[in-house]
C-alpha cells in the first residue's frame, strides 16, 4: 500500500492532487453524515420505548427549547426530521459517488494519452524493441485498471473513516463489548487478509501476464492472416488462444470469489456474537428490556460497519489484485525519453555520412560502415563500401562512387 501511494503521487499532477484533497474533505463529511444517521436512530427508538425520558437530560432541554405540548409532537417531530435527514443523506451520497466516478474514469483518459504520448516520443531504435500489443495493452487496459485501483483507494478511505466514526460511538455507549466485538472481528479481519491477500496479488500478475499474450496473440494473428491460410494452423492458433482465455478466466473467477468470502465470514461472526450477548443477559438478568435500546444500537451500527469492513478488504483486495497496472504505467511514464533538437539545419554546401551502421537489434545489423555524401544542389555522391544484411540473412557489399 505505501509503495503504490508513494508511486501515485509521482503519476499525479497538481490538479489531481487537489481534487483528490475535496474528495477527502467529502469523504469525511460523509463519514459523519453516516454516523449522525445511526446515531440518532438510538434516542428515537428510547423515547418511543419511554416517553418519561423526556423529563430529563438533554431531551428535557430540547423539549423545553422548542415548546412541545406532549411527547407525541416531540416523537412526531423527530420522526419527520430523521426522514428529511435520510432524504438528505442519500442525495448526498449520490453526489459523493458522482464525484468518484468522474475522478477515476477522468485518470482512465489522463493515463491512456500520457501512455500514447510517451510511446510516441519513444527513438525509434527504442519503439522497435517493444511489442506494439504490449502497447497497446497498456494504453488500453493497464491504465484503466490504474483508475479502478484509484477508486478502491478512495472507497478505502471512504469506509475506513465511516468505522472510525461509528467505532468512536459505539465506545461511548459501551466500551466493553466494543472491544470484545472489536477484538474478535479484528483478528479475524487481520486472518483473513493475509491469507487471502496473498492469494490476490498472484492472480493479479498472472492476469496481466496473461492479458499481455492474449492480446499480442489476437495482434500477430490478424497481422500474418494470409500465412495463417496458407499453412492451414488455423486449429493451433484457436488452441493457443482459448487456452490463454481460460486462464485469464480462472483468475478473474478466483479474484471473484475471493472477494466474497470475508462478507460471509464477518457477519456470521459479527450476529452471532451479538445474538450471543443477548442470550447471555437473558440467561443472566431473565429480563433483556434495559439493554433494548443499546442492543438496537449495535444492531444498527453493526449493519453498517460489517458491510464496510466487506468494502474495505474488496478494495483492498482490488489494490494488491490490480498492482502490476500501477506498476507498468509507472515504468512507463518515468522512463527517461532522450530529447531531440528542434534547431533549424541551414544546408549550405553538403550532407556527409561517414562509416554510418545502423541495427535493430545487436545481433542483427542492417548496414555496416555506410558513407554518403549529398551535395548542394543536384550533385549526389555516394563513396565509399557498405555492407547490407538481406532478411534471407545475405551479404550484400557495394562500393562504389557515384557523380
Known amino acids: 500500500m505505501k509503495e503504490a501511494v508513494a508511486k501515485l503521487n509521482i503519476l499525479l499532477n497538481r490538479d489531481h492532487k487537489h481534487s483528490l484533497f475535496f474528495?477527502?474533505?467529502?469523504?469525511?463529511?460523509?463519514?459523519?453524515?453516516?454516523?449522525?444517521?445511526?446515531?440518532?436512530?438510538?434516542?428515537?427508538?428510547?423515547?418511543?420505548?419511554?416517553?418519561?425520558?423526556?423529563?430529563?437530560?438533554?431531551?428535557?432541554?430540547l423539549y423545553d427549547f422548542f415548546d412541545f405540548q406532549n411527547s407525541s409532537s416531540f416523537l412526531i417531530t423527530f420522526g419527520l426530521v430523521l426522514i428529511g435527514f435520510y432524504i438528505f443523506r442519500a442525495l448526498y451520497n449520490i453526489y459523493y459517488w458522482y464525484r468518484i466516478n468522474s475522478f477515476s474514469f477522468g485518470m482512465y483518459q489522463f493515463f491512456g494519452n500520457r501512455l500514447f504520448q510517451s510511446y510516441l516520443s519513444m527513438p525509434y531504435k527504442t519503439f522497435v524493441n517493444k511489442n506494439s500489443a504490449v502497447l497497446t495493452k497498456n494504453i488500453m487496459t493497464e491504465a484503466q485498471n490504474l483508475s479502478a485501483l484509484i477508486q478502491h483507494g478512495l472507497t478505502f478511505v471512504s469506509e475506513l473513516f465511516t468505522i472510525l466514526f461509528l467505532y468512536t460511538l459505539?465506545?461511548?455507549?459501551?466500551?466493553?463489548?466494543?472491544?470484545?466485538?472489536?477484538?474478535?472481528?479484528?483478528?479475524?479481519?487481520?486472518?483473513?487478509?493475509?491469507?487471502?491477500s496473498k492469494i490476490v496479488k498472484k492472480e493479479g500478475q498472472n492476469r496481466s501476464y496473461i492479458q499481455g499474450k492474449f492480446i499480442q496473440l489476437i495482434t500477430e494473428t490478424f497481422g500474418n492472416f494470409k500465412l495463417i491460410k496458407l499453412y492451414g494452423n488455423e486449429s493451433e492458433v484457436y488452441k493457443s488462444l482459448a487456452e490463454m482465455n481460460q486462464k485469464?478466466?480462472?483468475?478473474?473467477?478466483?479474484?471473484?470469489?475471493?472477494?466474497?468470502?470475508?462478507?460471509?465470514?464477518?457477519?456470521?461472526?459479527?450476529?452471532?456474537?451479538?445474538?450471543?450477548?443477548?442470550?447471555?443477559?437473558?440467561?443472566?438478568?431473565?429480563?433483556?428490556?434495559?439493554?433494548?435500546?443499546?442492543?438496537?444500537?449495535?444492531?444498527?451500527?453493526?449493519?453498517?460497519?460489517?458491510?464496510?469492513?466487506?468494502?474495505?478488504?474488496?478494495?483492498?483486495?482490488?489494490?494488491?489484485?490490480?498492482?502490476?497496472?500501477?506498476?507498468i504505467v509507472h515504468k512507463d511514464l518515468t522512463m527517461e525519453i532522450p530529447k531531440e533538437g528542434n534547431q533549424p539545419i541551414n544546408f549550405e554546401q553538403n550532407i556527409v555520412f561517414q562509416n554510418v551502421s545502423f541495427e535493430h537489434k545487436d545481433t542483427i545489423k542492417i548496414l555496416q560502415s555506410v558513407s554518403l555524401t549529398i551535395c548542394k544542389g543536384d550533385r549526389v555522391a555516394f563513396i565509399g563500401e557498405s555492407v547490407i544484411k538481406h532478411a534471407d540473412g545475405s551479404l550484400w557489399v557495394f562500393t562504389c562512387l557515384c557523380q
Do not use: C
Not at 175 to 196: A, C, D, E, H, P
Open 248 to 327: 485469464y478466466i480462472h483468475s478473474s473467477i478466483i479474484y471473484g470469489t475471493i472477494n466474497q468470502i470475508p462478507r460471509g465470514v464477518l457477519e456470521t461472526l459479527g450476529f452471532s456474537l451479538l445474538i450471543g450477548i443477548v442470550l447471555y443477559i437473558l440467561y443472566g438478568y431473565d429480563d433483556a428490556s434495559f439493554v433494548i435500546p443499546i442492543i438496537s444500537m449495535y444492531a444498527i451500527a453493526l449493519y453498517r460497519i460489517l458491510p464496510a469492513v466487506n468494502r474495505i478488504m474488496i478494495s483492498y483486495n482490488g489494490i494488491v489484485f490490480l498492482q502490476k497496472s500501477l506498476d
Open 170 to 196: 459505539l465506545l461511548l455507549v459501551d466500551w466493553q463489548m466494543t472491544l470484545v466485538l472489536s477484538l474478535v472481528l479484528g483478528v479475524k479481519v487481520l486472518f483473513l487478509t493475509k491469507i487471502l
Open 23 to 61: 474528495l477527502l474533505i467529502m469523504t469525511i463529511t460523509l463519514s459523519m453524515i453516516e454516523t449522525i444517521g445511526i446515531s440518532a436512530i438510538m434516542p428515537f427508538i428510547n423515547i418511543a420505548a419511554n416517553p418519561d425520558v423526556l423529563s430529563d437530560g438533554y431531551y428535557k432541554l
